[in-house]
Nanobody, 123 residues
Framework: QVQLVESGGGLVQAGGSLRLSCAAS????????MGWFRQAPGKEREFVAA????????YYANSVKGRFTISRDNAENTVYLQMNTLKPEDTAVYYC????????????????WGQGTQVTLSS
């Protein structure tokens, strides 16, 4: 099992920045991909960004490309999501997820999920 704990959410003004963190513990050696997803009220959970644990290839949703950056610290078993130029439509609960390799980076079928952290934009 892999446990994921997100942190860094909060209330931020439009145009501002926020950095989310996700600390992984447990069988972290099994992680192939780490990702961030988000779910806004009344909407389905959607892919935001992902990173290969080994190699560091990154993947982004078109809606965040150029504004968000995903990175990882393998030594600390932590993945980050730097969010810049935030918009009101970025308001959502952000979830960290880990996959053992059976699913593509854009899939919503990751193996492990965190509890989520709320990001709220004020206009």
């Amino acid at each position: 099992q892999v446990q994921l704990v997100e942190s860094g959410g909060g209330l931020v003004q439009a145009g501002g920045s926020l950095r989310l963190s996700c600390a992984a513990s447990g069988r972290t050696f099994s992680i192939y991909t780490m990702g961030w997803f988000r779910q806004a009220p009344g909407k389905e959970r959607e892919f935001v960004a992902a990173i290969r644990w080994s190699g560091g290839n990154t993947y982004y949703a078109n809606s965040v490309k150029g504004r968000f950056t995903i990175s990882r610290d393998n030594a600390e078993n932590t993945v980050y999501l730097q969010m810049n130029t935030l918009k009101p439509e970025d308001t959502a609960v952000y979830y960290c997820a880990a996959d053992r390799g059976a699913h593509g980076p854009y899939s919503r079928e990751y193996d492990y999920w965190g509890q989520g952290t709320q990001v709220t934009l004020s206009s």
